[in-house]
């Protein structure tokens, strides 16, 4: 994955375009045609976002830093790529939705948390990225392997991206069920009955019953989703069939869009079933922060603490 950019000079016009179109072309090696990119609010075509758009700021930009300058080889292609990954991520309303949507794209490039911290140390050895770059790289990664959503919405968040995500994206939608059981068994919740009276009056009703449906079949952790088997993703498809009434603007906004097209999902989802399977097994790093997006100078990210020990909030 690292060094390619630098063969890729030459021909009628200057090196930086063609060692741009160079990444782009290798990037479409794992995010198909177009490098379309499926994020929580829908699809983002990675080939039409502009690297000159201005310096990337906030969590967007921490997030996508270490994963650019891992693809691009640091220096100035990093910088660029920060810069066009941070756009992909930042589709998105909330941290938490960049969150999950760092974790599809990692999914995509095919690398964990602990294989870009192994690649973002060689590129600093290297002396092709800084050491802000790095330390604030492996902070990010860090969170970026606890598996965790934030703040007291976490919940409504991860039922959001699920609902709103299963016609278009299955992929995604399975990894917000998934988040939706860790996020409540933070908070003690792990009861099917206790489960039921957290969601009952704060979800509609056809939310609750996916949920009663889940446990009752013993599927009720974030492990037991994220690793289902296809006969167990098979329950879990066929839970979800009853979300075709649920979307309400009390499950967040876009909901409503979504129903429309929720009806003729279960065919769309049943055809992904071994897609999901395989993302379901190589997906899941999810994230530990605190906070909403947030804006900085430093294209790094918002408080992000270089110290990896101490850097938990605000990123």
């Not at 063969?7 to 198909?32: A, H, N, P, V, Y």
């Not at 097209?261 to 097994?281: F, H, P």
């Amino acid at each position: 994955m690292l060094g390619f950019a630098g063969k890729l000079f030459g021909g009628s016009t200057d090196k930086d375009t063609l060692g741009r179109r160079g990444i782009r072309g290798q990037l479409e090696q794992l995010l198909g045609s177009g490098n379309n990119f499926g994020s929580v609010n829908g699809n983002v075509r990675i080939n039409d976002l502009d690297f000159k758009k201005g310096a990337p700021t906030g969590s967007s930009a921490g997030l996508a830093s270490p994963l650019a300058n891992i693809f691009a080889g640091g220096g100035k292609f990093g910088d660029d790529f920060t810069n066009i990954f941070a756009q992909a991520i930042g589709n998105a309303k909330n941290y938490n939705e960049e969150i999950v949507n760092t974790l599809s794209l990692m999914g995509k490039l095919k690398i964990n948390a602990g294989e870009a911290k192994d690649q973002l140390s060689q590129l600093f050895l290297d002396g092709k990225v800084s050491l802000d770059e790095f330390s604030s790289g492996i902070a990010n990664l860090n969170l970026l392997a606890q598996e965790d959503l934030v703040g007291k919405d976490s919940v409504s968040d991860a039922i959001n991206i699920m609902t709103k995500n299963i016609a278009t994206n299955p992929r995604v939608a399975l990894q917000g069920l998934a988040l939706a059981f860790k996020e409540m068994q933070q908070q003690g919740i792990t009861s099917s009955s206790a489960i039921t009276n957290y969601l009952t009056g704060k979800f509609e009703p056809s939310v609750v019953s996916v949920f009663q449906a889940l446990t009752a079949s013993g599927l009720d952790t974030f492990s037991e989703i994220k690793n289902s088997s296809a006969d167990q993703l098979v329950i879990i498809v066929n839970a979800l069939k009853g979300l075709k009434d649920a979307f309400k603007d009390s499950i967040g906004g876009g909901a409503q869009d979504a129903a429309d097209s929720v009806r003729s999902a279960t065919q769309d989802i049943r055809a992904n079933l071994g897609i999901i399977a395989e993302d379901a097994k190589n997906t899941g790093k999810a994230l530990n922060s605190v906070g909403g997006k947030t804006g900085s100078n430093s294209r790094n990210g918002a408080g992000v603490d270089p110290n990896p020990t101490n850097a938990t909030h605000g990123i």
